[in-house]
């Protein structure tokens, strides 16, 4: 019986933690959901890629200095559904970008709209004065 409880035990605690660990992947606490930033800059690197695309691109600031920015949008299967493509950007393409921004300061957020090549696509992130999703605040 003991081991039997010693095997048994220790893969019931591990399939009890998965759950909670996935949950943990998927919070947007880092994010300032009161604010948006509309960015300019030149697309570096895009990639489609689970468990979320990355658009990475250099945005001058108002001293003149490159800042690299990385945002997020949803995996590609989500960004299928909202007219994403794997092809979309490219090094050096230029896009306007509409982000949330992270609390901390940092360029990194996550993308609500994105404009590139004369097309505007939506990304993950609510814009500001749009309503909320049936249950989220």
Known sequence: ????????LPIALALMAVPVALLAHHGAAIYDNT??????GIVT??????????????VK???GNTV?????A???PDMVKLGWSKQMF???????VTAVPAKNG??????ALVEVNGQTFKGMGRALGAPAPAGKP
């Not at 604010?35 to 300019?40: A, F, I, T």
């Not at 690299?68 to 997020?72: I, L, P, S």
């Not at 490219?90 to 306007?96: A, E, F, H, S, Y």
């Not at 940092?106 to 993308?111: D, E, F, S």
């Open 74 to 76: 949803s995996n590609p």
């Open 61 to 63: 600031d108002d001293k």
């Open 1 to 8: 019986m003991k081991v039997k409880l010693r095997v048994v």
């Open 90 to 96: 490219k090094p050096g393409d230029k896009v306007t």
């Open 106 to 111: 940092l360029p990194i957020g996550v993308i």
């Open 68 to 72: 690299h920015w990385v945002t997020e």
């Open 45 to 58: 690197e895009w990639s489609w890629s689970n468990p979320h695309c990355l658009l990475e691109f250099d």
């Open 35 to 40: 604010k948006r930033v509309n960015l300019e």
